[in-house]
Structure formats: structure tokens, C-alpha cells
């Protein structure tokens, strides 16, 4: 079955769990069944300068998830505790609500186990006027289906490198074969999008990006061979062709991390500099980095249903 199917719902393979749920009828891994769920639609400001600008991006955070690390900053909301549903219409209409809030994008934060009823939403709202780019904020755990059917849709992906080491997969999100599929994805997603295309403004404002892929990788305490060789991949492979986003951010929340006592610390500011000197040394240049306190910063907005 493919996302064509009459019913992508029905015996639910949208990401590579490929549960086999009728979601009409009961909640896939994801936590989620066949209606959409969004805990927060509103301007969001913590992402990459060139997405979210001065005005703010206009975020959709959607509630599940089918990754659901075990460290998992958004814990709540990947659980599906917190969340609204909402039909097709009322998803349009949101997405045209955050573009008269003057939104540079619309932000899709993750939307993978939803993809079918985002689709119609995005084609009645570009119907009545929606214009903006579409950022698509994935865990990249998606199969290449469902990416495909994105095609025309999406005009920035950013998703997440997590892991090369499949041991480091299982053990933090149960992944299994998350580094070959990541790989698959997002030469599905250059094919798709191409190199970064960058809308030139005043001087006095940040540089949006408009079309092209930022690929994310959260540095995690003791798995920095693991980040080495994501960089080393990306940069072999795509070289200045994509954007990356280097991130120190990672904080223990208080979930039980106890099966887990080497992450209930943050990376040293050592450890991230190492890295940084790394990607540097291979050649990297189109790279966000996190500088001073930004793993103290809170970058988890309320998750209050507030624009849904």
C-alpha cells in the first residue's frame, strides 16, 4: 500500500514502524488515530535564523510522534498527552490565520503520521490565498512513500540526522536502520528541493530561505564519534549543496531517564567546541551553531492549544 491508497489510514505504513493500524479504528505507534491533533499554531522564533526571520515562522506543532527518543525535548506532545483535534478546514484555515499574522512559512513540526490530511489542508488553503513557503520539521523516520508524495508541497525540509550508529538508534528511540532510511530520505529530499535558494533582503534584516534542506543534528553526551561521522557523511555527500544545523541544546528534563544515566547531562562546552573544530577541518561553512547559554535557553513554547 502506498500513501495513493484510498484510506493511507487504514493498515498505517506513513513511517518506517509501519505499524499496520487502521487508525480509523485505534492509535498507531504514533500515539495518533486518524484525527488530526496540534498542540500549538503560533509565531515561533527558536529555529534557524534563515526560517524563522525576524517576523517569526509559523509553527504547527502536531501532537505524536513515531520516533519518541527516550530524551525527547518535546515529551508531552510526542505522547500525544496535550493537543486539539481539528478537521482539514480548520487546518487550512490555521495555516492562513499564521500568514495574516505576517508568518515568513508555515512550519509543519512533526507531521509525518498526519502527511494525508495535510496534504488537502495545504490545497484548500493555497485555494484561498496561502502563498508562503512550506517548511517540513521531521524526526526523518518517514518512508520514501510518503515523502514522494510531498513533492509540490514542501519547499524547505528540515530534518533531523539523530544517529549513524545503529546501536545508538535502538537504545535512544528504537529505531532500527534510522541512519539507512535517514540516508534514502534526504536524497529523496535534494531531489526534490535542490540546493538552498536564499531571498535576498535589506541589509538590515536576516536572509530567509525559501527552497533547499537544513539537516539538524543534536550533539548527545558520549555520542560525539557519532556526530563526527553524521558530519563527515554530510558533508562527503552534499558538501555546500545543504545547510546544516550543529546543535548544543540537548537538556535532561524529567522524564525517567534511569535505563539511561549517561544522558542526564548536557554536552560540555569541550565537547561541542571539539565538534565545531571537526566540521570546520572537514571543510563545513554552510553551518548553524549554538554559542554561549543556549542549552539553558528554553526552546519548548507552551503547549497550551494556543492558534488551534
Not at 527558536?46 to 527516550?70: D, H, N, Y
Request: negative net charge; contains cysteine.
Amino acid at each position: 500500500m502506498t500513501i495513493n491508497s484510498i484510506n493511507p489510514y487504514d493498515n498505517c505504513k506513513l513511517c518506517h514502524r509501519a505499524c499496520g493500524v487502521n487508525r480509523s479504528v485505534s492509535a498507531g505507534y504514533c500515539g495518533m488515530n486518524d484525527r488530526i491533533v496540534a498542540a500549538r499554531a503560533a509565531l515561533h522564533y527558536w529555529e534557524e535564523p534563515c526560517i524563522c526571520g525576524e517576523r517569526g515562522s509559523g509553527a504547527v506543532f502536531f501532537s505524536g510522534c513515531g520516533l519518541r527518543c527516550v530524551y525527547c525535548q518535546n515529551h508531552d506532545i510526542a505522547l500525544g498527552n496535550t493537543g486539539k483535534a481539528i478537521d482539514i478546514v480548520r487546518l487550512a484555515e490555521i495555516f492562513l490565520e499564521l500568514q495574516a499574522k505576517d508568518a515568513v512559512n508555515i512550519n509543519l513540526v512533526t507531521p509525518t503520521h498526519f502527511v494525508p490530511s495535510i496534504l488537502p489542508a495545504l490545497d484548500r488553503a493555497r485555494r484561498e490565498g496561502l502563498t508562503l513557503p512550506i517548511v517540513y520539521n521531521t524526526g526523518n523516520y518517514e518512508t520514501l512513500d510518503t515523502l514522494k508524495s510531498l513533492e509540490g508541497y514542501v519547499d524547505i525540509y528540515l530534518p533531523d540526522f539523530k544517529y549513524w550508529d545503529d546501536a545508538l538508534a535502538m537504545r535512544y528511540s528504537n529505531a532500527p536502520g534510522y541512519a539507512v532510511h535517514a540516508v534514502e530520505n534526504l536524497a529523496e529530499m535534494f531531489r526534490q528541493v535542490g540546493r538552498p535558494v536564499m531571498d535576498g533582503l535589506a541589509e538590515s534584516e536576516t536572509s530567509l530561505m525559501t527552497r533547499g534542506i537544513i539537516v539538524r543534528h543534536l550533539a548527545l553526551p558520549g555520542a560525539l564519534r557519532d556526530s563526527r561521522q553524521i558530519l563527515r557523511y554530510l558533508y562527503e555527500t552534499y558538501g555546500d549543496a545543504i545547510y546544516l544545523s550543529i546543535m548544543n541544546q540537548y537538556t535532561p528534563l524529567p522524564q525517567n531517564l534511569s535505563a539511561h544515566p549517561e544522558l542526564n547531562r548536557r554536552i560540555t562546552d569541550a565537547e561541542y567546541d571539539a565538534l565545531i573544530d571537526y566540521a570546520i577541518d572537514l571543510g563545513i561553512e554552510n553551518a548553524y551553531i549554538q554559542e554561549g547559554e543556549t542549552a539553558a535557553e528554553s526552546f519548548i513554547p507552551a503547549f497550551n492549544n494556543e492558534g488551534v
